[in-house]
Each structure stands twice: as structure tokens, then as C-alpha cells.
């Protein structure tokens, strides 16, 4: 994923609403608990709370 992607999700130009994990650190998000996140190696993938990434 590049950076501008990245970035995109992080501000949120990306509907990743649907998504019920979230990366904390590069704002992916993932249908099924990650322990580590695929898109940048963070511990921080977290259950999508009041829809809010951080």
C-alpha cells in the first residue's frame, strides 16, 4: 500500500466504516482480528469502537 493510500484512509477517503478492525497506526481496516497489521507491521489492530479510529 503506498502512502498516499495511507494517507487517504487516515482522513478518511476511503469507506473502511464497514470494516470491524482497525489499525491504529496506519488506519486500515480488516473484517476479521489481526495480531499484527498486514499493511504496515503494527500490534495495535483494535475492534472498531463508536466509529472513531483513534
Do not use: K
Amino acid at each position: 500500500m503506498s502512502y498516499f493510500e495511507r494517507l487517504n484512509r487516515y482522513i478518511g477517503r476511503e469507506d473502511s466504516e464497514g470494516t470491524e478492525y482497525v489499525c491504529r497506526d496506519c488506519a486500515s481496516g480488516f473484517d476479521e482480528r489481526w495480531q499484527v497489521c498486514p499493511e504496515c507491521g503494527s500490534y495495535s489492530v483494535r475492534r472498531r469502537e463508536w466509529g472513531s479510529v483513534r
